[in-house]
């Protein structure tokens, strides 16, 4: 599976970007879609995902009610809608998916997925 990540940008804070996340194809019926992002001298963290058995969607604590996390099933693509952008948001962010499904406590865990795109840089000015 590849993955095509894109939408990146130059955003002032409290601005808005929305990155997509195409897939080649679809590993499995139920596989996870996430986003994962990485700051300069920092570890790679979750941001969201979406459970695609429950088409159930999981944020990280920092991102909540700020990014929405969506799939297209019949484009293969996920897609992250980021409002009120803030600093601290910049980072290169990446898609993530894997084979199968996966159980809720693990689905904020980087080692879980196989599949990862090239990342797209989101950088927000204050």
């Known amino acids: 599976v590849q993955l095509q990540a894109s939408g990146g940008g130059l955003v002032q804070a409290g601005g808005s970007l929305r990155l997509s996340c195409a897939a080649s194809?679809?590993?499995?019926?139920?596989?996870?879609m996430a986003w994962f992002r990485q700051a300069p001298g920092k570890e790679r963290e979750f941001v969201a995902a979406?459970?695609?058995?429950?088409?159930?969607?999981y944020y990280t604590d920092s991102v909540k009610g700020r990014f929405s996390v969506s799939r297209d099933k019949a484009q293969n693509t996920v897609y992250l809608e980021m409002n009120m952008l803030k600093p601290e948001d910049t980072a290169v962010y990446y898609c993530a998916t894997r084979n199968g499904r996966i159980i809720t406590s693990a689905i904020h865990q980087a080692g879980q997925y196989a599949y990862w795109g090239q990342g797209t840089q989101v950088t927000v000015s204050s």
């Open positions: 979406i459970d695609t058995w429950s088409n159930s969607p």
């Open positions: 194809r679809r590993t499995s019926n139920y596989a996870p």
